[in-house]
């Protein structure tokens, strides 16, 4: 089981390290705490051992030493939150708290330093070099979310941070395009026609390869609303927003991905309101198959997408097989949308690949860490 070390210091945000520390553990994830004497007035340690799986107030070098030194039995530092004092020390190389020389002893045997700075915004202004200097040391430093005058710690961003410092590397220097969500086709300027996905399938996959070190791409009208590292979101409406979208990004890629559903047909749009008295005959044309328009000009690795209705399991396999075929497609993930709908949060899909056939079922974030495990075994 993989170990964290998680420091708490004294700020107001260390009420939230109760809740990435139960998170983590829900990760799988062995948490041991370590806090300040200033965390204390903030936290109790009755909650943090609640939380975690051991909790240290003690300035004890040896056992410091034990965690993250070198073959020490921790993975990873992460401070959450990490004050500016703390964060300051930590640069200038002074360790006269519990966090502080956990920071240089994980520093100084080559163990990963995660960093997650809350304060108000006039501090954090004034530690910006401290922070730059932290970078160059080798330390990680997860940007805060801004809010009015205040830097505060995003949990949801500490967790992935964690979890691609934690991941594997077989993306490491690749660059992956991925697609998710649906098109709007507009039939006037306010109105228009879709369908029902919700593009969590393909944000997942796009968090999965930026796990394992990917420089990621996300084309999506329904995209994650994160600010990670690597991680470049363009976001479309419509089928045509969507594939001009791929077409510019294809340059260097290494593995495209189609997880969206865009339309399968555009509307001759009206340029003003229709009017709700007037009957109304829509004229509709066949959309470009975003797929087929980058076969055109990409002959890296492609993982295509197929939904379908009302399908026996044999029959969705053949029509899993027939896209791969036709489109030259190293995988297709196909599923019967009727089943369970659009827009869930779990699913049951069919990967094909031209050597296997297997059935994956759950929650969409670990059917696609299986999508990628099955891309890696096949494809290295």
Same mark, same amino acid.
């Given at each position: 089981?993989?170990?964290?070390?998680?420091?708490?210091?004294?700020?107001?945000?260390?009420?939230?390290?109760?809740?990435?520390?139960?998170?983590?553990?829900?990760?799988?994830?062995?948490?041991?705490?370590?806090?300040?004497?200033?965390?204390?007035?903030?936290?109790?340690?009755?909650?943090?051992?609640?939380?975690?799986?051991?909790?240290?107030?003690?300035?004890?070098?040896?056992?410091?030493?034990?965690?993250?030194?070198?073959?020490?039995?921790?993975?990873?530092? /992460?401070?959450?939150?990490?004050?500016?004092?703390?964060?300051?020390?930590?640069?200038?190389?002074?360790?006269?708290?519990?966090?502080?020389?956990?920071?240089?002893?994980?520093?100084?045997?080559?163990?990963?330093?995660?960093?997650?700075?809350?304060?108000?915004?006039?501090?954090?202004?004034?530690?910006?070099?401290?922070?730059?200097?932290?970078? *160059?040391?080798?330390?990680?430093?997860?940007?805060?979310?801004?809010?009015?005058?205040?830097?505060?710690?995003?949990?949801?961003?500490?967790?992935?941070?964690?979890?691609?410092?934690?991941?594997?590397?077989?993306?490491?220097?690749?660059?992956?395009?991925? $697609?998710?969500?649906?098109?709007?086709?507009?039939?006037?300027?306010?109105?228009?026609?879709?369908?029902?996905?919700?593009?969590?399938?393909?944000?997942?996959?796009?968090?999965?390869?930026?796990?394992?070190?990917?420089?990621?791409?996300?084309?999506?009208?329904?995209?994650?609303?994160?600010?990670?590292?690597?991680?470049?979101?363009?976001?479309?409406?419509?089928?045509?927003?969507?594939?001009?979208?791929?077409?510019?990004?294809?340059?260097?890629?290494? /593995?495209?991905?189609?997880?969206?559903?865009?339309?399968?047909?555009?509307?001759?749009?009206?340029?003003?309101?229709?009017?709700?008295?007037?009957?109304? $005959?829509?004229?509709?044309?066949?959309?470009?198959?975003?797929?087929?328009?980058?076969?055109?000009?990409?002959?890296?690795?492609?993982?295509?997408?197929?939904?379908?209705?009302?399908?026996?399991?044999?029959?969705?396999?053949?029509?899993?097989?027939?896209?791969?075929?036709?489109?030259? /497609?190293?995988?297709?993930?196909?599923?019967?949308?009727? *089943?369970?709908?659009?827009?869930?949060?779990?699913?049951?899909?069919?990967?094909? $690949?031209?050597?296997?056939?297997?059935?994956?079922?759950? /929650?969409?974030?670990?059917?696609?860490?299986?999508?990628?495990?099955?891309?890696?075994?096949?494809?290295?």
């Amino acid at each position: 089981m993989r170990e964290i070390v998680l420091g708490v210091t004294g700020s107001v945000s260390a009420i939230e390290s109760f809740r990435i520390a139960r998170e983590l553990k829900r990760r799988g994830f062995r948490v041991t705490a370590v806090l300040t004497e200033n965390a204390k007035r903030f936290v109790t340690l009755d909650s943090m051992r609640f939380a975690c799986d051991e909790v240290i107030t003690d300035f004890d070098k040896a056992y410091h030493v034990e965690k993250l030194g070198f073959n020490g039995s921790a993975d990873i530092l /992460l401070i959450a939150p990490c004050t500016a004092n703390t964060l300051s020390k930590i640069a200038n190389g002074i360790a006269d708290t519990n966090v502080t020389l956990m920071a240089l002893t994980a520093l100084g045997s080559g163990k990963k330093i995660l960093i997650s700075p809350a304060m108000n915004l006039a501090l954090y202004n004034a530690v910006e070099d401290k922070i730059e200097v932290l970078r *160059e040391m080798g330390i990680e430093v997860i940007e805060p979310r801004f809010e009015g005058l205040k830097a505060k710690m995003d949990v949801e961003k500490i967790l992935l941070h964690v979890e691609r410092a934690l991941g594997g590397n077989e993306f490491e220097g690749k660059r992956v395009v991925v $697609t998710s969500g649906p098109t709007f086709e507009f039939i006037d300027p306010i109105r228009f026609i879709s369908n029902r996905s919700s593009g969590r399938m393909g944000n997942e996959l796009a968090l999965e390869f930026w796990r394992r070190k990917a420089n990621v791409v996300l084309i999506s009208s329904k995209p994650i609303d994160m600010n990670l590292p690597n991680f470049k979101i363009v976001r479309v409406l419509s089928v045509k927003d969507m594939l001009d979208a791929v077409l510019r990004e294809m340059e260097n890629c290494d /593995l495209f991905v189609c997880a969206s559903a865009p339309s399968d047909f555009v509307v001759d749009k009206m340029d003003s309101k229709i009017k709700t008295t007037e009957e109304l $005959t829509l004229k509709l044309k066949q959309a470009p198959k975003i797929i087929k328009e980058v076969r055109k000009v990409y002959d890296g690795h492609v993982i295509g997408f197929k939904a379908e209705t009302g399908l026996s399991d044999d029959e969705l396999v053949r029509v899993a097989k027939d896209k791969m075929e036709e489109d030259k /497609l190293e995988m297709v993930v196909a599923n019967d949308v009727k *089943e369970r709908g659009m827009g869930t949060l779990d699913t049951r899909v069919v990967v094909v $690949t031209p050597r296997r056939v297997e059935w994956i079922c759950g /929650l969409k974030r670990d059917v696609a860490r299986r999508i990628v495990d099955i891309y890696v075994e096949e494809y290295g």
